[in-house]
T-cell receptor, first 117, second 116 residues
């Protein structure tokens, strides 16, 4: 069985602060994908990143960065110099890397990030 | 690229009526689409996996006669909530897997259903 845990239900920061969203996962699959999605108040889920389990390199995209550590089954997401527009619910998700599973996603419960001006 | 649309974005209906929600992949083909339900301040719950040209696969506890899914083309899947009741009120979101990049699901903007 797959499980994704986002222990932080809500986080509130002041603009320009750095913030890290935690994600811990459980899976028996040897290969898998990890994802982060952003859900702003409008409701649409916006794809942010996909990481294959065999690629443990950290990734940076502008103010966003991701730290994947297989040893601790974590895939944390950091926003540097946060902005009000970053306010949203962020979901971490996991899927098998196997076509037979239809790549079904298992979502965490989400972290509500509020960035105050 | 990788845009998914949903229609309608909001619908209010009377109890007992049926509501159809469309999910379209606009710039890619999607053999597989997914339907989710999301309650306020909660995570997404997968309802069913929709495959073009075949019957949908429903998750445990989801009534297939209540939530009819049709995936008639590589760019369109529909979800029909039959004989809707107030407890069916929810936010319904679809996603589509790009056939050219099958490892990522792209999500539609969601449909807010309110049953009176």
């Amino acid at each position: 069985a797959q499980k994704v845990t986002q222990a932080q239900t809500e986080i509130s920061v002041v603009e320009k602060e750095d913030v890290t969203l935690d994600c811990v996962y459980e899976t028996r699959d040897t290969t898998y994908y990890l994802f982060w999605y952003k859900q702003p108040p409008s409701g649409e889920l916006v794809f942010l990143i996909r990481r294959n389990s065999f690629d443990e390199q950290n990734e940076i995209s502008g103010r966003y960065s991701w730290n994947f550590q297989k040893s601790t089954s974590s895939f944390n997401f950091t926003i540097t110099a946060s902005q009000v527009v970053d306010s949203a619910v962020y979901f971490c998700a996991l899927s098998p890397n196997s076509g037979g599973s239809n790549y079904k996603l298992t979502f965490g419960k989400g972290t509500l990030l509020t960035v105050n001006p | 690229g990788a845009v998914v649309s949903q229609h309608p974005s909001r619908v209010i209906c009377k109890s007992g009526t049926s509501v159809k929600i469309e999910c379209r992949s606009l710039d890619f083909q999607a053999t597989t689409m997914f339907w989710y339900r999301q309650f306020p301040k909660q995570s997404l719950m997968l309802m069913a996996t929709s495959n073009e040209g075949s019957k949908a696969t429903y998750e445990q506890g989801v009534e297939k006669d209540k939530f009819l899914i049709n995936h008639a083309s590589l760019t369109l899947s529909t979800l029909t909530v039959t004989s809707a009741h107030p407890e069916d009120s929810s936010f319904y979101i679809c996603s589509a897997r790009d056939d050219g990049d099958t490892d990522t699901q792209y999500f539609g903007p969601g449909t807010r259903l309110t049953v009176l």
